[in-house]
T-cell receptor, first 112, second 116 residues
């Protein structure tokens, strides 16, 4: 599976949009981009995933560049409860039966 | 939404004890389950993949005789840490997915294991 690179940490003001970048320059054509987050001492929570089109759900939006070498997770109105480590993971089709390899992620700290 | 339950959430026991952790999918059939371990201030590390009705596939460096995995039904997988020692103390997390519906993996809330 392709490797991802994320900033170690980011700050965001409460109520503002949080934009979390991820580089995956070695992604292959059949690999998806998945985002999970982990709040302290809990299991990871699925956020969103995509192949090449931008995706949006009730939690977030995922913007994937045209060359698919990078993506951005957008939390439109960050709250204090969004403080967590956010993981960007690239894995083969569906990710359902394929293992997820977690990197170090981005620690997002939402400030009041 | 998909719910994965893990039990117990925390366990403290003496060195040499074997500890069993359960992972259940509550509202879907989990054809595949994964077990992870996470040490403090580190990321999740995949230990093994288990498909219902077959033997688990272990990641390199994970002792299969130390960490016994059973996935006998479509809603339950168990991880048994045999003869646990203090170095086995960690946060153990399972995830589950349904191959047929191609759902993303959903995670349990983890089990914090402390070996004295």
């Amino acid at each position: 599976d392709a490797k991802t690179t994320q900033p170690t940490s980011m700050d965001c003001a409460e109520g503002r949009a949080a934009n979390l970048p991820c580089n995956h320059s070695t992604i292959s054509g059949n690999e998806y981009v998945y985002w999970y987050r982990q709040i302290h001492s809990q299991g990871p929570q699925y956020i969103i995933h995509g192949l090449k089109n931008n995706e949006t759900n009730e939690m977030a939006s995922l913007i994937i560049t045209e060359d698919r070498k990078s993506s951005t997770l957008i939390l439109p109105h960050a709250t204090l409860r969004d403080t967590a480590v956010y993981y960007c993971i690239v894995t083969h089709y569906g990710g359902a039966t394929n293992k997820l390899i977690f990197g170090t992620g981005t620690l997002l700290a939402v400030q009041p | 939404g998909a719910v994965v339950s893990q039990h117990p959430s925390r366990v403290i026991c003496k060195s040499g004890t074997s500890v069993k952790i359960e992972c259940r999918s509550l509202d879907f059939q989990a054809t595949t389950m994964f077990w992870y371990r996470q040490f403090p201030k580190q990321s999740l590390m995949l230990m093994a993949t288990s498909n219902e009705g077959s033997k688990a596939t272990y990641e390199q460096g994970v002792e299969k005789d130390k960490f016994l995995i059973n996935h006998a039904s479509l809603t339950l997988s168990t991880l048994t840490v045999t003869s646990a020692h203090p170095e086995d103390s960690s946060f153990y997390i399972c995830s589950a997915t349904d191959r047929a519906s191609n759902q993303p993996q959903h995670f349990g809330d983890g089990t914090r294991l402390s070996i004295l």
